[in-house]
């Protein structure tokens, strides 16, 4: 059986290599547990998706373009074949650091809301 271990990320249409290690958080209705008294209740709150993957710099490439701000679509590409969309995602620091000496690793974040999960 198969499981996961090469996770493909496009952004914006453009397909970034990332290394081995790629996170996904997807996000939906969250309970957070409220205590009074002696009970536990839960009380609900909307939780964001959250993706990281780290790329790294290379030569001839326009680190300008890879670091767009604003809004757009976000696919997360498994091996396993998953497909998770978001329409609504966004890098959320400002200027990722580029590492020299390993390749220029950039570690990307990107926000976003509910994903569309696609399973092929």
């Not at 271990?5 to 952004?11: A, K, N, P, R, T």
């Not at 009074?36 to 909307?46: H, K, L, T």
């Not at 790329?55 to 001839?60: H, V």
Request: hydrophobic letters at 35%.
């Amino acid at each position: 059986m198969q499981t996961l271990g090469i996770v493909d990320i496009v952004w914006k249409g453009r397909t970034i290599p990332v290394e081995k290690g790629a996170k996904l958080r997807l996000g939906g209705i969250k309970n957070n547990a409220v205590t009074y008294g002696r009970g536990v209740a839960r009380a609900q709150e909307f939780q964001g998706s959250e993706v990281t993957a780290t790329t790294n710099l290379e030569k001839g490439q326009s680190l300008v373009s890879l670091l767009d701000h604003e809004e757009g679509e976000l696919q997360v590409v498994c091996d396993t074949g998953q497909t998770y969309v978001f329409e609504d995602a966004f890098l959320v620091d400002d200027k990722p650091e580029a590492t020299g000496g390993e390749g220029g690793k950039i570690e990307l974040k990107w926000a976003a809301g509910e994903a569309q999960e696609i399973i092929g």
